[in-house]
């Protein structure tokens, strides 16, 4: 027997729920299939070591969601009716440089610029006018992130109707590097703002990376790294609650082997224990591009979108330590101690550049010259037991070990320890005794726990130029709707791409409905005056 609903969605992840939960709005029902056991693929808390100890095992920070719609209008009512909640952790980042120097962001702008001017007060200037800029061209990239491509102006057009937008245009084709040099001088400062940019991992020196280097710092400064309270996977259980709501169903344990075609039309998928699932009006995938596309006969794809899949970059592996400890990480400073949920390690701006330039040319790295070290428990101890603490260590790789097999279960034991040492440098309370269980997670096993990651990758692929937005998952299918007539792509792989933004969600979400003869404002208001008319009428 198979299952039929007027949608299949093939993956659950963040965004394939958002989209999802639009289309169950819409009245119609819908089903999802995800391999995995929980569902949110990158937004999931999970309890992998110890009882009571709740890790995002993935993704943490929530900050660039915000801006969507999806929370920012609360179109799905994930904030007023499932209760979402975010957190703004105060310092926004703590970080320490190689000659024990170190770096506080604050939400407040003038202790933050204070501590841009205990470098350099060029610099402190400089990072005042870079707020401001930023300002007049917010709405301009948030416009282009949160619609369609093709849908309205495009970003180039955007700005050019903005003040100064033909430097804009340029900072934008710029790397992340060229701005950081232009911009600043003080080599600390330089140092702080390349690793705020990197969180994204995305390669600074790649051009195309320009505006990170704005839209990391003023986004955090405006809103810091933004968690949901309770953990990551709290978006992702709001999002299943909406979609079961409206009547929608998520299987997991299951994992989608082959797309059905019929009369050159997708019609649905089977998983790998045989069964059907019929899609009625549409066929949503959340599947990795590169997966997606080996799941029909070659001859059914446009040529052009098979070498646009083929020449894909999948982006900047990673490898994560997740701890459960007694106490958080404190960091050494002139004057005492420091904490921060989000937290770090780095080398100078150079080390990062050269860093990348080593992952992309494929060569093993045995050194750790950017590493973030997240300790959500400082801001939500609900967490964690009582007083105890989740910590993480994320840092870049390559996917080939820094060993002579090129193998990272040979070294990943003792590559784990070298990233506890390093931290102990800065952070010496975090002693072996403090740490009560461990676990370890090369670029290989971040892919075998969730195929979609890709070399354990978890963005969803570069976004340079090449792969952003019309080129984004490749040249001429960027609007969501694949070569095959019938199936629909969201998930990181198409624009804007990855990190937690919702944004191809969403905007897979408005492309289907109005294939569908109606619209996403249409869908969101029919919504928001059902729920106001069922409100209690005030007396």
Known sequence: MAVVADVVVAGAGHNSLITAAYLAMSGRSVVMVDGRPVAGGGAVTEEVLLPGYRIDTCSTGHTLLLGNPVIAADELGLVSEQGLTYLDPDPVAHLSFPDGEHFTMWLDVERTTAEFARFSQDDAKSYRRMLKEWETVRHAFAQATFNPVGVGPSLDELLRQTPNGNVWLRRKALSAWDVVKHEFKNRHVR???MWLAFQTLVSLDQPGSGSLAYSLLAGRQKRSWSIPRGGSGQLTEALVRKIESHGGKIVTGKSVRQLIIKDGRCGGFITDDGEQYIGREAVVSTIHIKHLIEMAPKELWDEGFRYGVETFDVGIPAFAVYLCTTEPPRFKTATGTETAVS????????????????IRDGEGVADAPWLLVATPTLADPTRAPAGHHTVKLIVPCSVRAPSATGVWDDVKESFAQMLLEKVRIVAPNLTPDVIKAML????ADIEAANPHMI???FHGGDRGFAFSGSLRPAPGWAQHRMPIPGLYQTGGTTHPGGSITGAPGRNAASIILK???TSIEEVVAAHKATAESRRPQKV
């Open 343 to 358: 937290a770090g390690m780095t080398g100078w701006a150079e080390d990062i550049v050269r860093l990348t330039r080593q």
């Open 440 to 443: 370890i997670r090369s670029p």
């Open 515 to 517: 294939d569908l003869g």
């Open 191 to 193: 140092a702080f703002v």
């Open 455 to 457: 070399n354990g990758t």
